[in-house]
């Protein structure tokens, strides 16, 4: 089981940056990947970036350029920093842990923080 808990979401008029972190219950080098999700008023929940594996990053095209997600082993915490935010990355965004498991993928959540743009 993973419990994890987000912070740092807030208002930031459009252009500026804000860094999220997301504290993982247990070791996160034990964790197989580690994200952050976001889910927009009236549309679906949608990746922004993922550490696969320890590694491998991938991120959504919409933020290719602007968010950089990173992970600090010790603190068991991801965070993604995201600059030059729009309008459109409003959102609420969520923090994913991912468990590989014989059966399936085993995913937890966090309880998500919002993020407002304003233009």
């Known amino acids: 089981q993973v419990q994890l808990v987000e912070s740092g979401g807030g208002l930031v008029q459009s252009g500026g940056s804000l860094r999220l972190s997301c504290v993982a219950s247990?070791?996160?080098?034990?964790?197989?990947?580690m994200g952050w999700y976001r889910q927009a008023p009236g549309k679906g929940r949608e990746l922004v970036a993922v550490?696969?594996?320890?590694?491998?990053?991938n991120y959504a095209d919409s933020v290719k350029g602007r968010f950089a997600i990173s992970r600090d082993n010790v603190k068991d915490t991801v965070y993604p920093q995201m600059n030059s935010l729009k309008p459109e990355d409003t959102a609420v965004y969520y923090c994913?842990?991912?468990?590989?498991?014989?059966?399936?993928?085993?995913?937890?959540w966090g309880q998500g923080t919002q993020v407002t743009v304003s233009s």
């Open positions: 247990r070791s996160i080098a034990s964790i197989d990947n």
């Open positions: 550490i696969i594996s320890g590694a491998i990053v």
């Open positions: 994913n842990a991912a468990l590989n498991r014989p059966g399936g993928v085993l995913d937890y």
